[in-house]
């Protein structure tokens, strides 16, 4: 055996390239992060540029590397193409692709409506992850081996598991009608490109979040934020540490033999309430 154990090896991202979308605020932020602070060359997409100024400016407070930023609008193929475009006009090569961008929609359920409540969330949700991993196919193929693969982490949610769709984090006499299917088919997605990839040697891997501070969730954080950290059987949702760990890993050495999890990062809140 001459493979190097050390952790420096086995968990090193230093020199890798990666594309996060929705990188600038929550999940992909913290991701985001993570890479920068362990020398990847790092871009971040989303569509307010202020908010990815902002982003990119507090990232490199604590990056090795470069950390740099795209405008762009996941919610269509158009949109995943664009970005695509300047991408590869600014790089030959990408190793890890994060398809973190989401977004949800409550409503009640008999006036929950078509374009914005269920097109639209899909469009982004699914269609997007689909759309931006065809696309940056060949980037993430190119010189990939068994050992060092290329990589695909979708960011799916722990709502993709329930079946509860009105809670105390939807606003009263809502629910999140289109959300859970929506990740429930990113899970399924992720499983379908991980058999197509494989041949190929890059790996499609989900992380399935439970309550973690987002602008997503700062609704239901703001309105039943003390029932949420109640409901939370080690006490705490998560943070950052917790997803950048987890990311950096199915990014790593280490991981380079995993492809098609489903990775649930809760604290074991789904088993215990439908939180």
Same mark, same amino acid.
């Given at each position: ?74 919610? #269509? @193929? +158009?949109?995943?193409?664009? $970005?695509? =475009? ?5 790089? *030959?090569?990408?190793? !890890?692709? /994060? %398809? ?81 299917? #929506? @990740? +429930?088919?990113?899970?399924? $997605?992720? =499983? ?5 990839? *494989?041949?190929?040697? !890059?790996? /499609? %891997? ?70």
């Amino acid at each position: 055996m001459n493979q190097d154990l050390a952790i420096t090896s086995l968990f090193d991202v230093k020199g890798k390239i990666v594309l996060v979308t929705g990188g600038s605020v929550g999940i992909g932020k913290m991701i985001a992060t993570g890479f920068a602070r362990n020398g990847a060359t790092v871009y971040i997409a989303a569509r307010k540029e202020a908010q990815l100024k902002e982003a990119v400016e507090d990232i490199k407070t604590v990056a090795t590397s470069k950390i740099d930023y795209i405008v762009a609008n996941v919610g #269509s @193929k +158009a949109g995943c193409d664009a $970005l695509i =475009s300047e991408f590869k006009k600014r790089e *030959a090569k990408l190793h !890890v692709l /994060v %398809n973190n961008s989401g977004i949800t929609w409550g409503g009640p359920f008999h006036d929950f409506p078509e374009e914005k409540g269920w097109d639209n969330v899909f469009n982004v949700n699914v269609k997007s992850i689909f759309y931006m991993t065809a696309g940056l196919s060949n980037y993430l193929i190119k010189d990939s081996t068994s050992t060092d693969p290329g990589r695909v982490i979708n960011i799916s949610s722990t709502a993709s598991v329930l079946t509860h769709c009105e809670t105390p984090l939807s606003d009263k006499g809502n629910g999140v009608w289109s959300y859970l299917p #929506s @990740k +429930a088919a990113a899970n399924h $997605l992720t =499983s379908q490109l991980a058999v197509k990839f *494989a041949p190929n040697f !890059v790996t /499609v %891997n989900a992380i399935l979040p439970g309550p973690f501070p987002s602008k997503m969730s700062a609704f239901g954080f703001k309105t039943s934020g003390g029932h949420l950290i109640a409901s939370q059987p080690m006490g705490r949702v998560g943070n950052t540490a917790d997803m950048a760990g987890l990311a950096l890993f199915l990014a790593s050495p280490a991981a380079a033999h995993i492809t098609g999890a489903h990775i649930i990062t809760d604290g074991g809140a789904r088993l215990f309430n439908k939180l």
